[in-house]
């Protein structure tokens, strides 16, 4: 390639290049809404549920929800961290869920799970972390997310495992 064949070349692709970068490298923050939580039973391990996530992407260019970090705390306690890193694609201006497989285990938070037992009005909080990808940029956002959810106690169940 001669001097100037790569000049044309550079004068034509560099402005596509910022073009396609600037567009992009301002990545506005996904929305994360906790749509459910649900409960799969009563396991060996612990509690199974199952978390349904809503992504919403604000942007007019399609993303990827590359990764997601999370936190989830019961009735203030922390009883679980983890990742979800298969990518989920989002369209422009639209959503798309995430349903997230969780696991209170029997060790790890036993207040959280006996609060969760006896029944009543639960208190959740999902914080954490959520990494976005559009072409060559990528950002991370922290997002929170908190609500409650209502158990029936082991008197209402009549002693057997259903929640």
């Known amino acids: 390639m001669t001097h100037r064949t790569q000049r044309a070349a550079l004068t034509v692709l560099l402005p596509a290049l910022v073009f396609a ?26 509690v199974e549920l199952l978390v349904g996530i809503k992504v919403t992407n604000p942007n007019n260019f399609a993303a990827e929800a590359a990764g997601i970090l999370y936190t989830l705390e019961m009735n203030g306690v922390e009883v679980l961290d983890g990742r979800q890193d298969n990518p989920v694609s989002v369209p422009a201006g639209g959503s798309a869920e995430v349903s997230v497989p969780v696991t209170l285990r029997w060790g790890g938070g036993a207040g959280a799970l006996q609060s969760i037992l006896d029944g009543g009005e639960q208190v959740w909080k999902l914080h954490g972390r959520v990494t976005v990808r ?9 997002f929170s997310e908190s609500g409650t959810f209502t158990t029936r106690g082991s008197e209402e169940r009549g002693g057997t495992g259903d929640l």
Do not use: D, M, W, Y
């Open 21 to 46: 970068l600037a567009g992009c490298s301002s990545i506005q923050r996904p929305t994360l809404t906790v749509e459910s939580v649900t409960t799969n039973g009563l396991s060996a391990e612990g």
């Open 134 to 142: 559009s072409g060559l940029v990528q950002k991370t956002f922290p």
